[in-house]
């Protein structure tokens, strides 16, 4: 890679390396360190293509999500990881409903199997269309609307709690009024 190339590299990491971060540690089922694994590796054929590559984050995220397709493939299961600090670090007092929110919904992503969560990740957190995330994962956009819907049923029966946190939404949802409006020019 030529000095041009070195730079514009590292400006991108620079630049985008804790959102890709965020996405592969939710590829990776809330474990930090295969999601550094997993982005480290990503960037690493990154690396290598730079000067061939026009859209870069497109290329990476790319490199993710089929690097965590074939981690779910591999025949042995995951193994459990020991780590010296826990993962959140001094969360503010008036933050610990955010906080607690984390821990749920970490702990039921982590309950799923690689492919589900993989689903819900590219559909909610990366907020692609289903006809990506099929695109992406290879397979029909049918098989991507019924993992999804078994997805979140699954992490709905993993969190009930979860179903608390947004009664206002719903209230305002249901008081909606639908019925026809005479618009004039």
């Known amino acids: 890679m030529d000095a041009e190339g070195l730079e514009g590299f590292r400006d991108f990491v620079d630049s985008r ?14 474990d930090r360190h295969a999601g550094e694994d997993l982005l480290q590796n990503a960037l690493a054929k990154a690396a290598g293509r730079w000067h061939r590559i026009d ?20 025949k042995w299961p995951r193994r459990e990881v020991s780590v010296a600090e826990p993962p959140e670090r001094g969360a503010a ?9 984390r821990v749920v919904m970490r702990a039921a992503l982590s309950r799923l199997t690689a492919r589900q969560r993989t689903v819900l ?16 994962l290879g397979c029909s956009v049918g098989t991507v609307r019924s993992t999804t819907h ?7 029966s993993l969190a009930p709690e979860l179903a608390a946190l947004g009664p206002a939404d719903v209230e305002q949802q249901s008081s909606r009024d639908y019925s026809p409006v005479e618009v004039r020019p």
Do not use: H, K, M
Not at 121 to 136: H, I, M, Q, S, T
Not at 150 to 156: F, G, K, V
């Open 17 to 30: 390396s804790s959102a890709l971060l965020r996405t592969a540690v939710l590829l990776s089922g809330g």
């Open 150 to 156: 078994r997805s979140l049923a699954r992490l709905r």
């Open 93 to 101: 007092p008036d933050d610990s409903a955010a906080a607690e929110l």
């Open 55 to 74: 859209e870069p984050e497109a290329y990476v995220r790319q490199v993710l999500y089929r690097q965590q397709i074939s981690r779910w493939r591999l």
């Open 121 to 136: 990740v590219l559909r909610y957190f990366e907020d692609l269309p289903e006809a990506d995330v099929a695109r992406l």
